[in-house]
């Protein structure tokens, strides 16, 4: 079962413009909602996380924003660099359980 | 502050072989998660272990199973290993009051 879904396998933008990754999910019993970034050969960094009772958090470049009625939340990093190229994976957490969706790779181009 | 750390690195067995990885957490964390990851996929829940107890399990078979030590180190044990076995494995220690769970830099099994 799928229930975190990540549509975009990847994401091409320039530097210095507005990177929006999107995520769905299926279930409304998620209490929490992450973004994960990953490097080859390195496990995955947190990057920010929002409560399902707020719709929006900020952290520096990046921003998440969670639309509870759509199931929807997405990822803004503004501006983009070239050091934010990774795999960006959006989890669900309920008390112990994570799910990940499968992961977008961005790709920064100078 | 060290981070988690796994070992080893890579493994290669062979179907039917048993395996054990290890993962040092975080300094101060006391919960350990264990995930697996397929070619292409995200990492999979595969189950938590708190105060040396195991929290919760994903869908797993019991040959799957989990060690937590006193000082919160951790092992993946698994049995019967079968082809599809072959993913990355990786760990992640938090403590109880955050939700962000750090993880290590994983351990590949390939699995022949």
């Known amino acids: 079962d799928q229930q975190v879904k990540q549509n975009s396998p990847s994401l091409s933008v320039q530097e210095g413009r507005i990177s929006i990754l999107n995520c769905d999910y299926t279930n409304s019993m998620f209490d929490y909602f992450l973004w994960y970034k990953k490097y080859p050969a390195e496990g995955p960094t947190f990057l920010i996380s929002i409560s399902s009772i707020k719709d929006k958090n900020e952290d520096g470049r990046f921003t998440v924003f969670l639309n509870k009625s759509a199931k929807h939340l997405s990822l803004h990093i503004v501006p983009s660099q070239p050091g934010d190229s990774a795999v960006y994976f959006c989890?669900?957490?309920?008390?112990?359980?994570?799910?990940f969706g499968a992961g977008t790779r961005l790709t920064v181009k100078p | 502050e060290t981070g988690v750390t796994q070992s080893p690195t890579h493994l290669i067995k062979t179907r039917g072989q048993q395996v054990t990885l290890r993962c040092s957490s975080q300094?101060?964390?006391?919960?350990v998660s264990w995930y697996q990851q397929a070619l292409g996929q995200g990492p999979q829940f595969i189950f938590q272990y708190y105060r040396e107890e195991e929290n919760g399990r994903g869908n797993f078979p019991p040959r799957f199973s989990g060690l937590q030590f006193p000082n919160y180190s951790s092992e993946l044990n698994v049995n019967a290993l079968e082809l599809d076995d072959s993913a990355l494995y990786l760990c992640a220690s938090s403590s109880a009051e955050s939700v962000e769970q750090y993880f290590g830099p994983g351990t590949r099994l390939t699995v022949t």
């Open positions: 989890a669900a957490m309920k008390t112990y359980f994570m799910r």
């Open positions: 300094s101060g964390h006391n919960t």
